[in-house]
């Protein structure tokens, strides 16, 4: 009870809250793990404790995300971002078009990293509209000679997520899953690669997840560096070189809480709930909070809002921290009200961010 009641109630986008369980077992895990006098950051990545490690966290999220057999799951570094420049490295050639669904931010810089491989282009855009909603699967455009379609599956920083994902026949299809993997869950074979930075609903930052159909390392380019290339890692089971091997530890021990909770259908069951009490905030507030995304587009994730001028918005954030609420602000790019409540984030927690909000609305309506 005494350590909930000095956990701050963090909203923050990434990194992100971890399970109070996970950190206490870490902690007392540290200097002694499971009886070899050394903590997991000292152990060889070629010992048989660490090899253990790294081996239940790739079965534990084969698991957890029902990933079929023909797939690899890679731990890489580099977060996210560099995934955006090994995927057209990887897959696309200079004369070939990759399709890109444009739905925010991070849709626009892995975009911009394809253009210096190859030929990308618009599969749709919600942009004219703030990215305010997913594309309906009857807009998305795309050849089947194309090297694959890309899209992002949740907008961290507009607070969009496709609700379910499209089957696209004779094209790869790729996706960004940095800010909701396991949050619920979807049908991997959709795809022919996905891909996370861990910071936001699997562990620390410094691991990257990707997890790719076999078939697709076959087609890949090889005249691209070693350490670039997703089968140098697939070939090695993730430790060609160093790993992140405490990010991974780490990695494993959030995927052990997910499991022990109930998995993926309670993880989402949590969240839907978690949501529901901020969008009710602001669906109740009579105007009073606007939600920036379509009903039907809105994320279970990351929640953005807005106030009706800058100066109450003002307002709002430093008596939200002054309450304790940490990381409620947009994204520097867009401004407003942003929370995010990815999987770690505690039920009381946005419980209460969302009877502060009642509350501010009843003393500045
Ligand atoms: C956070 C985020 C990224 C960037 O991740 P890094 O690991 O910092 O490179 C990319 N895409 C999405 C959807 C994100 O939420």
């Known amino acids: 009870m005494i350590d909930q009641l000095q956990r701050a109630y963090n909203f923050n986008a990434g990194p992100s809250a971890l399970p109070l369980d996970v950190l206490k077992k870490a902690q007392e895990e540290l200097v002694d793990f499971r009886g070899t006098g050394m903590s997991v950051m000292e152990l060889s990545h070629r010992s048989a404790a660490y090899e253990e490690v790294h081996n239940q966290a790739i079965a534990l999220l084969k698991e957890l995300l029902s990933i079929p057999d023909n797939y690899e799951v890679l731990f890489l570094q580099g977060g996210a971002s560099l995934q955006f420049s090994m995927i057209p490295m990887n897959f696309l050639k200079p004369e070939q078009k990759a399709a890109y669904v444009m739905t925010g931010s991070w849709s626009e810089k892995a975009f911009a990293e ?101 078939d697709l390392l076959e087609k890949a380019n090889t005249n691209i560096p070693t ?6 890692h697939a070939k090695n089971n993730s430790l060609y070189n160093t790993p992140p091997t405490f990010g ?62 800058e100066e109450l918005e003002k307002k709002f954030l430093a008596e939200a921290k002054k309450e304790g609420f940490i990381g409620v602000n947009g994204h520097r790019s867009v401004g407003g009200c942003r929370a995010s409540t990815y999987n770690a984030v505690p039920y009381e927690t946005c419980k209460a961010f969302s009877e502060f909000m009642v509350q501010f609305q009843q003393t500045n309506g």
């Open 248 to 309: 991974i530890y780490m990695l494993g021990e959030v995927l052990n809480w997910v499991k022990g909770l109930g998995g993926i259908h309670e993880i989402t069951k949590r969240n839907e709930e978690k949501a529901k009490l901020i969008y009710d905030a602001i669906d109740l507030s009579n105007g009073f909070y606007n939600g920036h995304a379509e009903k039907d587009s809105r994320s279970l994730m990351n929640i953005t809002f807005r106030l009706k001028d």
């Open 227 to 232: 350490m670039l290339k997703y089968s140098t």
């Open 114 to 214: 394809a253009k210096l491989f190859g030929n990308p282009y618009h599969s749709a855009s919600t942009k004219d509209g703030q990215y305010r909603q997913i594309p309906k699967f009857e807009e998305l455009q795309y050849n089947t000679d194309d090297a694959y379609v890309h899209l992002t599956s949740n907008n961290t920083i507009y607070g969009t997520q496709w609700k379910d994902f499209p089957v696209i026949e004779g094209v790869p299809l790729i996706g960004d899953m940095s800010s909701d993997i396991l949050s619920r869950p979807f049908d991997v074979s959709k795809f022919a690669l996905i891909y996370a930075g861990a910071q936001k609903n699997l562990g620390p930052s410094g691991v990257t997840v990707a997890i790719i159909r076999k």
